[in-house]
């Protein structure tokens, strides 16, 4: 997994599914296909941003449906760039996405796949909210939490992704990064793409 692949799991795990084994190559724009994807030379942040648009919309009218939350996600995630001190740098390729995005093919998540990887980490998830319901502080969940060290950096981002409501996925996420050196390092690599 690269810090691509983390940043558009981090925002959508389906539509991350998608980027995995696939080529990456430099172009004009963010260009789907079934095995390769084009990416311009813009700021990681935009990149991001742009290849989760593009994905999104490599969808049929039935998974994007299905992943309108993601999408809502994806323009959040904008929203919170262009307010960033990146903000300018980054405004040209975030409010005219479409100059950034070729069509390209129809893809499709693999549902099956996202539900077997979904039943691995829902123990984890059970775990978590159970210890959550039972120790009295933060301080002390995150300290009981050691089990998430067992997981991979891909099962972590699944993990958040499943997560209710954004308290839960912050809660979820300082425990990795505190229990999981894997993560934390593939998180710090993405942190400092993304300020690039």
């Not at 696939?22 to 004009?28: F, Q, S, T, V």
């Not at 989760?52 to 994007?64: F, P, Q």
């Not at 123990?123 to 039972?134: A, D, S």
């Amino acid at each position: 997994m690269d810090e691509l692949e983390f940043c558009v799991k981090s925002l959508s795990y389906p539509l991350g599914m998608l980027l995995e084994g696939m080529e990456r190559a430099p172009g004009k724009s963010v260009r789907v296909t079934k095995n390769r994807i084009t990416l311009p030379d813009v700021p990681f942040a935009a990149l991001c941003y742009l290849t989760g648009i593009a994905l999104y919309d490599s969808l049929d009218l039935v998974d994007k449906k299905r992943l309108q939350n993601d999408y809502e996600a994806l323009e959040r995630f904008r929203a919170k760039l262009l307010g960033s001190k990146l903000g300018d740098r980054l405004r040209p390729y975030l409010e005219s996405p479409g100059l950034y995005v070729s069509p390209g093919e129809r893809l499709a998540v693999d549902w099956l796949e996202f539900e077997a990887r979904m039943e691995a980490v829902e123990p984890y998830l059970k775990r978590f909210l159970e210890l959550k319901e039972t120790v009295g502080s933060r301080d002390s969940l995150l300290r009981e939490a050691g089990f998430l060290g067992e997981l991979s950096p891909d099962r972590g981002l699944l993990l958040i992704y499943l997560a209710e409501d954004e308290n839960l996925k912050a809660l979820i996420n300082a425990a990795l990064g505190k229990h999981n050196p894997e993560f934390r390092a593939m998180a710090l690599r993405h942190f400092r793409a993304l300020r690039g």
